[in-house]
């Protein structure tokens, strides 16, 4: 599998990233625009644009890897079942 390039994220953006990923865990999905809102939400104070749109961004690219580890493993635990019936 070939890794997609991308712009690199600051030490920062990750932390508070991964910070909010574990506290808020279950409202952040796959989707922009509502990662973008909790972001809004959970920073206080005069937060940049930029940044905001940072970590939203982020948070996106975390839920839909968190997404692909369940859907590999739903796939795994099915085949291996199926395979045990033989």
Known sequence: MLAKLGR??????????????????????ENFEKN???????????????????????????AKQKSEVKSKKADANISTISMSKM
Do not use: H, M, S
């Not at 690199?8 to 999905?29: D, G, H, P, S």
């Not at 972001?39 to 937060?47: A, S």
């Open 8 to 29: 690199i994220k600051t030490r920062k953006v990750k932390r508070l990233a991964k910070e909010i990923f574990e506290k808020y865990n279950k409202e952040i999905n």
């Open 36 to 62: 973008k809102a909790l972001v809004k939400q959970v920073l206080e104070g005069d937060v940049p644009k930029k940044i905001i749109n940072l970590v939203a961004g982020y948070l996106t690219i975390l």
